[in-house]
């Protein structure tokens, strides 16, 4: 298993729960989400900025 830092860009949601969603549903399609944090907000794009760590299984 590998451990990998990553950065992300989420549409903002008409809710936090729908932001958090969003956030994790996006985060999966790149490994196991072991934590992440919302850094940056860009209200004039309408975008989240995210840092996150994940794991992923060895391919081998």
Do not use: C, Y
Not at 7 to 24: F, G, K, N, R, V
Not at 35 to 57: G, M, Y
């Amino acid at each position: 298993m590998t451990t990998h830092f990553i950065t992300a860009e989420i549409d903002l949601q008409e809710s936090p729960q729908q932001l958090q969603q969003a956030i994790e549903a996006e985060l999966e399609k790149r490994g196991e989400p072991l934590r992440w944090a919302v850094t940056n907000v860009d209200e004039d794009a309408q975008k989240a900025h995210i840092e996150a760590v994940v794991t992923k299984a060895e391919n081998g």
